[in-house]
């Protein structure tokens, strides 16, 4: 008898066991979800035990970061556990890995049921806060920062904190309401409506914010044993990386629904992460690319239709907040944001399709200042159409873009070519390693090491040439994946020089989507009637460079490194909890390009003093440094003059950085034409664009110097050999 066999046929005992022995007064439904439950745990574990990359152990070390991830999930900014609730849940902290193998999850929904006890006096709290009036000039503050709050040690100091809450909100809806108030005063007499006193703004500010606590509230009294269950696999698949994920059933359909790119609305890739719904990646050609205020690593706090009512999505799950941020193309959405530098704002997008030409290869010729011409390709991503067009054959891929582009700018006598990466989050591995070959003869490009330490070369066997002058890739930190991989072999091979943030994002892993359908055990006990059972994301293997350290974690670090106005956020890998560590392998033989034309340390030298006088750069580093400050001071007045007087100042501060164009590497939209544009107006437009964008008028800078300087050649690396460490 198989393993497998043996393990359908004890499964499907124990649920029968389980509904024989529940007892009249369960319901059904809670029997059946119960058991589904049962079988969820034992598919998922042995799916993670046996095919999770790095064979990572189910045992207490695990539950305990497990348990930690659950609590951070469902109250993370302690507004309902007290300290001695924490204390009695904390007898399970090293059992959920034995719920898992037993099949017996008991924790959420003891967890759960103690949370709401909570909520019901919080409730009783909002009670009291609607009979009285609150005093919002009181000098108070809040922790904005989640790690720094402790659980509170009694019922009264939980009132005091939702009560501060609640005041910092009233005061923010005031000033909202207060901005609008002023601002009918411009319109003309007809559509003019009577001013609101003061005293009318406040209390409609308290209702409006009373009454969106309620439905927070209200929301979590209603959840089901369902949604807790679903709520602790995934935290279960999050304990061992961040790219690790259990995807229910509705969550499954959405993330197919993205992958066949038929869907509207703002045009982001969201996650959910310590309770919050946090943006992971903003899709190029989206709505929310074209309005530029949303970026990844924003944590969304709620979601409002048009001028409708604000939702709170705090705690809420990933697949209802998504409900709420989609919509029909030209509805408006606006979203209550907190940046990564702690800064609130409210945004407003207007749904849209994604615009998929905006998400294909641009390419335009750039003229330096002594009218020099030099080459530049933007890959937003690394797309490929796989689907079969009728034709046995593929759809558009980025490769063969990015060959059209090479050899429109061959036909141009260039000093250089940039590649431009920022922003890129990845894509098809396969494109990587071609891109990567358009550039070098022939040899390895990336190694890629499964869970059974066996290590696979992926090569570039054509030996064209496609561009072999001097080569320069822009980064940045939102650059990851596919992008790292490119970045990461043009530099070992010393054929690109890497310019731009200090490191790259540092996703440096391979998931693997397992429809857990597909995974039942046993058909014959009817276990067809628990479908559809979702999906498990499952890291399955990592990228390593050919010089033999892994991408994952420390990302690519460039050559020559610009001010960034992220660099005060936590952004990349290297932040995300259990994250996989950065390692090495032994490196892939390999021969450098012979006419590296850049040296180095020369190179650098000049950029930094250029960038040291360049007006831009400064206002970057600037902002860079404000988002330090605001980071480390994360206790904020809640006063109503103090509230006021940080976002007039955050407002003075956002009309700055528009002033900065496009030192972010974003794509100017505000005077995009009401017309299909030719491919020389395409250029044109890109290439007048690119004026104002510090990173690659810098990088053009750097070429010039390189044409002007002779660098002595890197010379051959011998095989089995590997660089300096840089």
Not at 402 to 431: C, E
Not at 598 to 603: E, M, S
């Amino acid at each position: 008898m198989t393993a497998k066999r043996l393990f359908g046929l004890l499964l499907a005992a124990l649920l029968c066991w389980s509904t024989l022995t529940q007892g009249a007064a369960t319901t059904h439904e809670a029997g059946f979800e119960k058991n589904k439950a049962r079988l969820l745990s034992y598919i998922l574990t042995q799916e993670l035990q046996h095919n999770y990359f790095s064979h990572k152990a189910m045992d207490d070390d695990l539950s305990r970061e497990a348990f930690s991830l659950y609590l951070k999930q469902i109250d993370p900014r302690k507004q309902f556990y007290l300290q001695k609730d924490i204390d009695e849940l904390s007898q399970f902290s090293t059992k959920l890995d034995d719920e898992m193998r037993n099949g017996q999850v008991i924790f959420p929904l003891v967890a759960e049921e103690m949370l709401k006890a909570r909520v019901a006096t919080v409730q009783h709290f909002l009670d009291d806060f609607e009979k009285r009036d609150l005093d919002l000039n009181k000098k108070e503050f809040l922790e904005s920062d989640d790690k720094k709050i402790k659980y509170c040690q009694t019922e009264d100091e939980l009132k005091d904190r939702w009560e501060k809450t609640i005041k910092y909100q009233i005061v923010s809806q005031y000033l909202n309401r207060d901005a609008a108030n002023e601002a009918k005063k411009d319109l003309p007499d007809k559509e003019k409506e009577p001013p609101k006193s003061e005293q009318e703004l406040l209390k409609e500010a308290k209702e409006k914010v009373l009454k969106t606590s309620r439905e927070l509230l209200e929301r979590i009294m209603k959840r089901e044993a369902k949604d807790e269950y679903d709520r602790f696999f995934t935290i279960v698949a999050r304990s061992y990386d961040p790219h690790t994920d259990y995807m229910p059933p509705t969550e499954k359909e959405d993330f197919d629904i993205h992958m066949r790119g038929s869907l509207e609305g703002i045009g982001a890739e969201l996650q959910e992460e310590d309770g919050f719904i946090k943006v992971r990646r903003i899709i190029p050609g989206g709505a929310a690319a074209r309005e530029k205020q949303l970026t990844a690593h924003d944590v969304i706090l709620m979601v409002a239709q048009g001028k409708g009512t604000p939702v709170d999505i705090t705690d809420m799950r990933i697949n209802d907040a998504v409900r709420l941020i989609r919509g029909p193309k030209g509805s408006e959405v606006r979203l209550t944001v907190k940046k990564p530098d702690g800064h609130t704002v409210v945004i407003p997008i207007i749904r849209d399709v994604v615009q998929l030409e905006e998400t294909f290869v641009k390419s335009t010729l750039l003229e330096g200042q002594k009218h020099e011409r030099y080459g530049y390709i933007k890959i937003p991503t690394f797309y490929r159409d796989f689907e079969d067009n009728g034709h046995a054959q593929e759809g558009r891929n980025v490769t063969d873009d990015v060959k059209k582009a090479l050899a429109g700018i061959n036909k141009t006598k260039t000093q250089g070519l940039i590649i431009d990466l920022r922003n890129n989050g990845g894509g098809a591995l396969v494109d990587a390693v071609k891109i990567a070959g358009l550039f070098i003869k022939t040899g390895p490009v990336v190694q890629i090491k499964s869970s059974d330490n066996k290590a696979e070369v992926l090569y570039d066997y054509d030996p064209d040439v496609y561009y072999s002058g001097p080569l320069l890739v822009l980064v940045n930190r939102f650059s990851a994946s596919a992008s790292e991989i490119l970045a990461a072999a043009l530099q070992d091979y010393h054929r690109a020089l890497i310019v731009g943030s200090d490191h790259t994002y540092g996703k440096g892993t391979v998931q693997t989507v397992i429809n857990l359908d597909n995974e039942l055990p046993l058909m014959g006990f009817d276990m067809d009637q628990y479908k559809p059972l979702g999906a498990l994301k499952i890291t399955t293997q990592k990228f390593y460079r050919i010089s033999g350290g892994s991408t994952q974690d420390k990302g690519v670090i460039p050559d020559v490194v610009l001010p960034d106005a992220f660099a005060g956020s936590k952004i990349g890998e290297r932040y995300d909890e259990n994250a996989l560590p950065w390692d090495t392998i032994a490196p892939a033989p390999y021969e450098r390009w012979q006419n590296f034309p850049f040296d180095l340390r020369q190179i650098d030298a000049d950029s930094q003093k250029r960038v040291q006088t360049n007006k831009k750069f400064v206002e970057i580093e600037k902002e860079a440094e404000e988002g330090k400050d605001r980071m480390a001071h994360t206790l904020i007045p809640i006063d109503l003059a103090s509230v006021k007087q940080e976002r007039d100042r955050t407002s003075a501060l956002r009309k700055e950085e528009a002033k900065l164009g496009h030192a972010l590497g974003m794509d100017d939209d505000e005077n995009a034409p009401d017309h299909v544009l030719t491919p020389q107006e395409e250029s044109k437009r890109l290439a007048n664009n690119l004026k104002d964008d510090p990173y690659v008028q810098e990088s053009l800078a750097i070429l010039n110097e390189a044409g002007e300087t002779k660098a002595p050649p890197a010379g051959i690396m011998e095989a089995g050999t590997t660089p300096a460490v840089r």
